[in-house]
């Protein structure tokens, strides 16, 4: 599928992505292959190739379908098994790598990504994937150079946990009403930002929501009990919750500025 992929007009590389590049996927995961592109790749050939491969009529969407972000693709269900197709831009991915090489990022707006959609997710993505074709060899001269995580990042976004404090003290204030929407959306971002921070100290690429708070428990040095405690606050949501979060929050500022280089 990656060979019949690359041959469309735009599309230079194709790369194995999500959890089954990484060996952590189940019987039932699907399979992701980012379409690195450059320009506009022939999307009446994508639809094309995608029919052709699904043996019925497929949808396959342009760049900017599924939100700022998350290019646009397709989900296919071919002999019974789901494949993904997700567009990437090789121009934007390469330069979110170089404001990550200077220690800048954003949190952007994106459906399905509910602490929003992290830039650094883009060099993420190609260091943690697995190249499976690549005609002009970009993708492999890019996860050649994303392997290594950059100092500016890890600074930056461990610098970021100051956030996490100032929304748990939001919730503070919200918790005695009952306000339950608030305080759970100020402690799960509050939470998201904690996992970012500590795979950053790791100089370990976080992707995204899911999973982050098992990997960031299983990480060197995070706070004993961090994933428990954060789940307890979760599911509590109440003053208890707060102060709960506090704890975290202090316990994981206190890892990032202890270990500072």
């Known amino acids: 599928m990656a060979d019949r992929l690359v041959l469309v007009p735009g599309v230079r590389a194709v790369a194995l992505g999500g959890s089954r590049a990484r060996g952590t996927h189940r019987p ?136 996490a404090e100032f929304l748990v003290d939001a919730a503070a204030k919200s918790a005695p009403a009952g306000d339950t929407l608030h305080v759970s959306l100020c402690l799960s971002r509050a939470f998201g930002i904690l996992a970012q921070a500590l795979h950053a100290h790791h100089r370990t690429w976080c992707l995204n929501e899911k999973g982050a708070l098992a990997a960031a428990a299983a990480l060197p040095h995070t706070p004993p009990g961090f994933a428990e405690r954060v789940t307890s606050a979760l599911r509590d949501g109440g003053p208890v919750a707060v102060e709960t979060a506090r704890g975290v929050v202090r316990d994981v500022r206190t890892v990032l500025t202890s270990g500072r280089e």
Do not use: N
């Open 28 to 163: 039932d995961s699907d399979w992701d292959l980012g379409l690195y592109y450059r320009g506009s790749p022939d999307l009446g050939a994508l639809i094309a190739l995608a029919s052709e491969f699904q043996g019925t009529p497929a949808q396959v969407t342009g760049p900017g379908s599924w939100g700022p972000w998350v290019d646009g693709g397709g989900w296919l269900r071919i002999d019974g098994v789901a494949v993904d197709w997700i567009l990437r831009d090789l121009d934007r991915v390469e330069a979110v790598w170089a404001d990550c090489r200077e220690g800048r990022y954003e949190v952007g707006v994106q459906p399905g990504h509910p602490l929003g959609f992290w830039s650094p997710c883009y060099p993420g993505e190609v260091a943690l994937g697995r190249v499976l074709t690549d005609s002009h060899g970009e993708l492999t001269d890019l996860q050649a150079q994303v392997r290594w995580y950059p100092e500016p990042l890890r600074r930056a976004l461990a610098d970021g946990a100051w956030e």
